[in-house]
């Protein structure tokens, strides 16, 4: 199992989908995403399941913050402000070099039953 830093847990979100990263063929359930309009920050949390160790399932691996200004992203400590400019930058980075498959899950609820009483 893997085992990563902490970082504090934000508790006033509002749940955006669940990453799933390809392993062996297979998509694993690996982060969920959230958004804190009190903070007015995104943030990526370790997905529960076998995949991550119990004590960091569920607290934050990343954030991102965006002052209409400038973006700063934090993970595991590290913290790095871009423009937006930059931040353009950095995804085609990303996109030119990631070797893995991942794929943002939104849950619609189509049917639900209630009890009557």
């Known amino acids: 199992m893997a085992k990563k830093k ?10 955006l989908g669940s990453i799933f990263v390809k392993e ?5 359930h690996s982060y969920e ?4 309009d009190a903070y007015d920050t995104t943030f990526v949390k370790y997905a529960e399941g ?4 119990r004590e960091i399932q569920g607290t934050t691996a990343g954030s991102v ?7 700063t992203i934090s993970i595991a400590g590290n913290m790095m402000q871009l423009d937006y400019s930059e931040m353009e930058v950095l995804t085609a980075l990303i ?4 070797d893995s498959e991942m794929e943002f899950r939104q849950y619609v609820v189509s049917s639900s039953l209630k ?3």
């Open 24 to 28: 062996e063929n297979t998509f694993v």
């Open 65 to 71: 913050y965006d002052n209409g200004d400038i973006v």
């Open 95 to 98: 996109m030119a070099c990631n």
């Open 33 to 36: 995403l959230h958004r804190s």
């Open 115 to 117: 009890p009557i009483k």
């Open 50 to 53: 076998k995949l991550w160790d």
């Open 6 to 15: 902490q970082l504090p847990t934000i508790t006033d979100s509002t749940h």
